[in-house]
């Protein structure tokens, strides 16, 4: 398979299949083991079915997300946008601005960008300056509808603005979301999943990030049935940072993950990428797949990549996978880390030698542990909703 060089609304074909993993014996093909050797295509069927053997779903229930695996448009009323407080930004008829930077490199992301509209383009004009977050709901009428869905969000140069989409309700939904950060602009864009439980959510972000701009990028799952947001930055950029940052709560039978993909091509970067997770209740499962690359023209590179998480009980599991790719010698600092345990006996015994009730030391622990991403996103109601639900989750465990 080859990567397009043609403009998205060009005809595209390809005979490879996306990834031989489970074909090895049979064809003697090498499996790709690296993010950075994913193929890519806008066609569908160059990727085939997956079958939970590949390295990019071989941790995934493939089985929960046949709906979106169909070449077959989705309804039409599946999901509804909120855009009360977006319609100044919108820029109807954009459709051909989309893929500028994007390339699926799944099924569903496939799928996605051949049923789904190309209708919402969110763009902040050069120079501004917004003090508001653009808050986008996204809403699912209902578990058996499935959706296919495109986002673009750009931000022109020297501008600076916070945008949140906010999912709620349910529905199988596949959606694309391309973020560009254009010269000296700075962004932040936060990606909340606050479904119902047997909503199913599967999502690719990509994102470029142009000289002297900034992009924080925030992945917040609490809700769904299976939730598997997949970001991936590119700073392009000489002088570009890039903060990848990520939050879930796996209730029992939840699967939540993120396959996180940081490349930096310019000279002089920054990158960090933190994600935390906590797990509560039988088959609990959260996935986190982080691969750095550090191209051959990154001179001057500072990166740092880390997973953290924290098993709340009994029959819940966590998966944490960090990569690192170094192509030049030349850089300041780069490294990564992971980190899956149960609560720290020592933090508990601090609070509990200091008249903290055991529940209570176990609640303040969590909170502390989980705040770390929460104080960052900017937004102080924000903030507070989901610290709320986060002392809900607690109150479930102790019950």
């Given at each position: ?28 093909f ?46 039409p ?8 407080a ?7 008829g ?37 003090d ?16 296919f ?10 501008s ?6 906010d ?30 439980d ?13 000289a ?6 925030f992945?917040?799952s609490?809700?769904?049935g ?13 002088g ?20 996180v ?27 986190w ?35 690192l ?8 600092g ?6 899956t ?17 055991e ?12 705040s ?12 507070q ?15």
């Amino acid at each position: 398979m080859t990567t397009p060089t043609t403009t998205p609304t060009a005809s595209r074909s390809s005979s490879a299949h996306v990834d031989p993993a489970a074909q090895v014996a049979d064809a003697g093909f090498v499996p790709v083991q690296t993010r950075s050797e994913r193929p890519h295509s806008f066609e569908p069927a160059d990727f085939g079915a997956p079958t939970g053997r590949e390295v990019n779903w071989k941790h995934t229930p493939v089985a929960k997300l046949s709906g979106l695996l169909t070449d077959e448009p989705g309804d039409p009323d599946a999901v509804t946008y909120g855009l009360d407080a977006v319609e100044a930004l919108l820029q109807p008829g954009e459709g051909d601005a989309y893929g500028e930077f994007f390339r699926p490199e799944d099924l569903p992301s496939a799928l996605a960008w051949k049923h789904g509209p190309r209708g919402l383009h969110i763009q902040v004009p050069a120079e501004a300056e917004l003090d508001e977050p653009v808050l986008v709901p996204i809403t699912g009428a209902g578990a058996d509808k499935r959706a296919f869905g495109q986002i673009l969000i750009e931000a022109q140069p020297h501008s600076r603005a916070t945008v949140v989409l906010d999912h709620s309700g349910s529905v199988q939904y596949a959606q694309n979301v391309e973020i560009v950060v254009r010269d000296g602009a700075t962004l932040t864009v936060i990606s909340l999943q606050r479904w119902d439980d047997d909503a199913v959510h599967a999502a690719a972000h990509q994102a470029t990030v142009g000289a002297d701009a900034t992009l924080k990028h925030f992945v917040v799952s609490f809700g769904g049935g299976v939730v598997r947001v997949n970001p991936s930055l590119e700073l392009t950029g000489a002088g570009s940072e890039g903060y990848m940052y990520g939050l879930s709560y796996a209730d029992a039978g939840q699967h939540l993950e993120s396959q996180v993909y940081l490349h930096h091509k310019g000279a002089h970067t920054k990158g960090d990428v933190l994600y935390k997770g906590a797990l509560q209740g039988e088959s609990a499962h959260s996935v986190w797949i982080g691969d750095v690359l550090i191209g051959p023209d990154a001179t001057g590179t500072d990166s740092y990549e880390a997973n953290r998480n924290l098993v709340l009980t009994e029959g819940a599991r966590a998966d944490s996978i960090p990569n690192l790719e170094i192509e030049t010698g030349d850089i300041v600092g780069a490294g990564h880390a992971s980190a899956t345990g149960r609560f720290d006996d020592e933090q508990l015994f601090y609070l509990q030698a200091r008249g903290i009730t055991e529940e209570e030391a176990r609640r303040l622990v969590v909170l502390g542990f989980l705040s770390d991403i929460v104080q960052r996103l900017g937004i102080p109601a924000l903030e507070q909703e989901l610290l709320a639900a986060i002392e809900t989750e607690l109150a479930e465990v102790q019950a």
